[in-house]
């Protein structure tokens, strides 16, 4: 019988969360790391059992663990993320040239094929790869030097490369996503990049359509058919059907176009789920409710999902990273939220359940299928 | 030996209890018990002090025999007594207040 694990990263620890395929039942493990932040952890495709955390502190500095057994024991692994080669500058708050900074790891993506593989995206914003299970670090510097660099500008959470997707259908092909330099596609493994940003308009910077410069918040694809992207951008909710090369508009009748995380239902590639949140100045739920909106369109035709859902006085937040969908049937959907629930549906959003109530606040959530 | 005392959350990732104990060559110095440290305990690599420049991590002091050694030069030498091993140094994680 399959079953369900839930890795969850919290500013004070990661918890891993556990149940058969009903689930309706869960069992909770952790803090793991008690006191760092955690912000990301994930499973391998090819090793559901080998794990990578990133952990980190402002005291400490960044710390990688990871699990062979599925989050039962943890080793410290390679923490050295060195730039490779001349820095360079970006922009800093002020518009003055500022050199590049290793702050912290803020999402790990294992290879889809290689258990020992794994790419690590990091601000200020770089890529990074290991190909010995995270011992040693090697920097994907094309990206870092694309030409348009010089001009990256962080948004207020720090210039971080946040979102990484692997093609499974084009081997080479790697999307990232970065706040506020926008999206890029390399399709030789990472050696050189193109930005992937055309039809996105964003308001807050000095030209709306400029090639580079865009909050891009979150984007997700659907494994049978990675050619289309959706895209949560600060403001708009966004569709690419060209593989990034031209985005257009999928808000349609969304109370507020503007949230976080964005992801895709397991079997059914047009149906897509975001949390909108009620501004970029109020990070937090419009009018108290919690609401999944999902699409059954690919967007523009959306959904409130609130049974189980709290529809008064709520104002938490939902992160980037903090939704996943396991690959049951039904599918489930999964998030967490800045007030420390992760809410669950075993039946595609239609009703919710909370795993947990009370962690501390939930940074990203992933999900692992267990066969 | 040199006693240092490490800051809960590197001694849970070093796993160690207690104090620890470390041979240092030669002149017994921020760098030098640093350098011992991570030789003994590579996975506190980076915690302590940056992987490249070598400076202090910011919000990280030294303390020994009561008094604050976080802004001496790394190649200071360190008390009398730290060398000796009649006093330990501190590595202290600031207070976060709030």
Same mark, same amino acid.
């Given at each position: 019988m399959s079953s369900i694990r839930v890795l969850v990263g919290t500013r004070k620890g990661a918890f891993v969360l556990t149940s058969d395929g009903m689930r309706s039942r869960w069992d909770v493990s952790g803090p793991h790391f008690g006191g760092w932040e955690i912000y990301h952890l994930k499973g391998s495709p090819v090793d559901p059992n080998r794990l990578y955390a990133s952990q980190s502190s402002s005291w400490f500095g960044q710390v990688i663990q990871r699990s062979n057994d599925g989050g039962k024991?943890?080793?410290?692994?390679?923490?050295?993320? $060195?730039?490779?080669?001349?820095?360079?500058?970006? $922009?800093?708050?002020?518009?003055?040239?500022?050199?590049?900074?290793?702050?912290?790891?803020?999402? $790990?993506?294992?290879?889809?094929?290689?258990?020992?593989?794994?790419?690590?995206?990091?601000?200020?914003?770089?890529?990074?790869r290991s190909t010995d299970g995270g011992q040693t670090w090697q920097e994907l510097a094309g990206l870092r030097t694309h030409q348009s660099a010089s001009a990256w500008q962080p948004g207020a959470g720090g210039m971080c490369l946040h979102t990484i997707l692997l093609d499974p259908s084009h081997p080479g092909r790697i999307f990232i996503a970065?706040?506020?330099?926008?999206?890029?596609?390399?399709?030789?493994?990472?050696?050189?990049?193109?930005?992937? %940003?055309?039809?996105?308009?964003?308001?807050?910077?000095?030209?709306?359509?400029?090639?580079v410069g865009h909050c891009v918040h979150r984007i997700a694809m659907h494994r049978s058919r990675p050619n289309v992207l959706f895209m949560q951008k600060h403001w708009d909710v966004m569709r690419s059907d060209d593989a990034g090369?031209? =985005?257009?508009?999928?808000?349609? %009748?969304?109370?507020?176009?503007?949230?976080?995380?964005?992801?895709?239902?397991?079997?059914?590639?047009?149906?897509?789920?975001?949390?909108?949140?009620?501004?970029?100045?109020?990070?937090?739920?419009?009018?108290?409710?919690?609401?999944?909106?999902?699409?059954?369109?690919?967007? %523009?035709?959306?959904?409130?999902?609130?049974?189980?859902?709290?529809?008064?006085?709520?104002?938490?937040?939902?992160?980037?990273?903090?939704?996943?969908?396991?690959?049951?049937?039904?599918?489930?959907?999964?998030?967490?939220?800045?007030?420390?629930?992760?809410?669950?549906?075993?039946?595609?959003?239609?009703? =919710?359940n909370p795993i947990v109530r009370d962690l501390p606040a939930v940074v990203s959530v992933e999900v692992q299928t267990l066969t | 030996m040199i006693r240092v005392v490490l800051p809960a959350h590197l001694r849970t990732l070093a796993r160690v209890n207690g104090e620890v104990k470390l041979d240092v060559p030669g002149t017994v110095t921020q760098r030098s018990v640093l350098d011992a440290l991570e030789a003994q305990y590579p996975v506190l690599q980076g915690t302590i002090r940056d992987h490249v420049t070598q400076q202090r991590r910011a919000f990280l002091r030294f303390f020994a025999c009561e008094e604050d050694w976080s802004n001496e030069s790394p190649d200071t030498p360190l008390p009398e007594a730290v060398a000796a091993g009649t006093e330990p140094l501190l590595i202290v994680g600031a207070m976060a207040g709030g």
């Open positions: 024991t943890w080793d410290s692994i390679g923490n050295k993320f $060195l730039y490779d080669g001349p820095t360079g500058t970006h $922009l800093w708050y002020d518009g003055t040239p500022h050199p590049w900074e290793f702050a912290r790891v803020w999402h $790990l993506e294992p290879s889809l094929t290689d258990p020992d593989t794994v790419y690590a995206g990091v601000e200020d914003a770089a890529l990074f970065i706040s506020a330099a926008g999206t890029f596609r390399s399709d030789d493994g990472g050696a050189t990049w193109r930005p992937m %940003n055309r039809g996105l308009v964003s308001e807050q910077i000095p030209n709306p359509t400029a090639e090369e031209s =985005w257009r508009e999928v808000s349609g %009748n969304l109370p507020t176009d503007f949230g976080f995380p964005i992801d895709v239902h397991a079997h059914e590639p047009e149906t897509i789920y975001v949390v909108p949140i009620k501004s970029d100045s109020e990070h937090y739920l419009p009018e108290g409710k919690l609401r999944v909106y999902r699409s059954r369109t690919g967007g %523009n035709e959306w959904e409130a999902l609130t049974k189980g859902l709290p529809q008064s006085h709520c104002y938490v937040n939902v992160l980037r990273d903090a939704m996943a969908v396991d690959s049951l049937e039904p599918c489930g959907v999964y998030f967490g939220t800045s007030g420390g629930q992760v809410y669950a549906s075993a039946d595609a959003g239609d009703s =919710w | -």
